[in-house]
């Protein structure tokens, strides 16, 4: 096992992105393909990426910046999914629970960011 499978941000962020993968591969047109289809998984790919580079480097403030670089991508996806509720692309209860998804997602993400800016070292993470 790879050590970010460990961190319970990258586990719902991976769940998060196959989850947005597979609804813009059935519930968005097809005249959404190049747009809001493919931005969608662009930036939910980018937020358990980001966290892998993150845990991958060496020092606090890169593994800092990799994680706002996450946390900025999943803020895009929930706009993503905010548009594509509002062109009518998603049913609202739909929307409901990918926007608990994505706050899923969050929590642990904003969590280590916090334990990176305090300068409190995390568990199993160098410095």
Known sequence: MLKHHTL????????????????????????????????????????????????????????FHFLSIASASLAEVGYGLHAARRLGYLAPAHYDELEIHVKQVAAPLNGLMDRYRSGNPVEGIPK
Request: aromatic share 10%.
């Open 8 to 63: 319970i941000a990258w586990q719902r962020a991976d769940d998060l992105f196959i989850e947005i993968h597979r609804l813009t591969q059935k519930s968005l047109p097809r005249e959404e393909r190049y747009e809001l289809s493919s931005q969608l998984r662009r930036a939910a790919y980018s937020v358990p990426a980001n966290i892998v580079e993150g845990y991958a480097r060496q020092f606090r403030k890169e593994k």
